[in-house]
């Protein structure tokens, strides 16, 4: 239980630290960029290692198949309302935003965290780590660009944080002893909001603001996450 809430409190706090970077700390735009294509290139194989190939080997891989694929439908699908139906200036889109991929993404580090050694789920956690921090850092000033007050700013993601610590520790207290099955669709959804994520939100971030770099820190972000995976 102590592992799991120290695992959860730096993921999620991660968010915050990020958020007040974004607001109140200044960082040149390429080494913005730097760090998303890190952040992105750790999730690659994360993405791969301890959330899909698990799942194919307790389940099935048309399952594993299946759920990615729905996973990335509905991330894809809310990311379109936020973008060209509701106001993305308003704090619910803004929160669907921040949470959609957040949410299962928590879940499956719960799920993870289940019968788990403490470097087991190292991987996960640092990948997820790592994209928060430059994920909320760009988010948080894009708020504060477009008129929210930082104030307001910062509380959404304190309330983010609070969210996904929530989703996290329901994973784990409320899945335990769950069908593989189950276990394999959530892990496989988280799976494939990310994928949709990197796809339409990091790495065209990164090659936006460091376009010479964004290829070498992705696969910086890469090997650190398959160190992890070693160590773990």
């Known amino acids: 239980m102590l592992m ?19 607001l109140y700390g200044k960082l040149p735009k390429p080494l913005e960029g ?25 389940s ?6 299946l759920m990615t694929a729905v996973g990335a439908a509905v991330f894809t ?3 379109y309302l936020i973008d060209e139906k509701w ?7 803004l929160l669907a935003a921040i ?15 289940i019968g788990a050694e403490p470097m087991a789920v190292a991987a996960l956690a640092g990948s997820i780590l790592l994209s928060n921090l430059p994920e909320a850092a ?49 892990r496989c959804l988280a799976a494939g909001a990310v994928i949709a994520s990197l796809a339409t939100e990091v790495f065209p971030q990164a090659y936006k603001e ?4 964004a290829g070498i820190a992705t696969a910086l972000g890469f090997i650190l996450a398959l160190v992890l995976s070693e160590i773990g």
Do not use: C, Q, R, Y
């Not at 799991?4 to 630290?17: D, P, Q």
């Not at 099935?60 to 198949?65: C, D, E, G, Q, V």
């Not at 106001?87 to 889109?93: I, L, M, R, Y």
């Open 138 to 186: 760009g988010g948080a000033k894009e708020m504060a660009d477009n008129g929210t007050s930082k104030t307001k700013a910062l509380m959404m993601w304190l309330a983010a944080a609070a969210l996904l610590s929530a989703a996290a520790v329901l994973g784990n207290l409320l899945l335990e002893g769950a069908s593989p099955h189950l276990l394999a669709g959530i």
């Open 34 to 58: 730097f760090l998303v294509a890190l952040a992105g290139g750790a999730l690659i194989l994360s993405v791969v290692t301890e959330l899909i190939e698990p799942s194919i080997e307790t």
């Open 99 to 113: 949470t959609l991929d957040g949410v299962p993404e928590n879940l499956a580090l719960g799920v993870a965290l």
């Open 210 to 213: 460091d376009s010479h770099m």
């Open 4 to 22: 799991m809430v120290i695992v959860v409190a730096v993921v999620s706090g991660a968010l915050v630290a990020g958020a007040a970077w974004g």
């Open 77 to 79: 699908g809310v990311d």
């Open 87 to 93: 106001n993305s200036d308003s704090g619910g889109g």
């Open 60 to 65: 099935t891989l048309w399952l594993s198949m």
